[in-house]
């Protein structure tokens, strides 16, 4: 079980942090706009993992049903 801690930026964008409640690595997102995607979404939002952890991450259980940007260059939108 994880807590999950939001943050919104200037640009639009919000920062989301996930920590295991028992404690160990976050895993790090950012959640853009659908139209700052760099392709089409079929979502309101782009997900891209933000952290090495995250991007582990994104294809294990329900976050595979998420699209989860993994590419690895930074995401200046």
């Known amino acids: 079980m994880s807590k999950c801690l939001p943050a919104a930026e ?15 690595e976050a895993l790090q997102f950012v959640v853009y706009p659908a139209d700052k995607s760099p392709y089409d979404v ?22 595979s049903y998420l699209m989860i940007d993994t590419d690895k260059k930074e995401h200046k939108i």
Do not use: E, M
């Open 10 to 24: 200037k640009d639009g964008s919000w920062q989301i942090q996930c920590s295991p409640i028992k404690g160990g």
């Open 42 to 63: 079929a979502t309101s939002f782009y997900l891209v993992a933000d952290n090495d952890l995250a991007r582990k991450n994104a294809n294990d259980g329900l976050l």
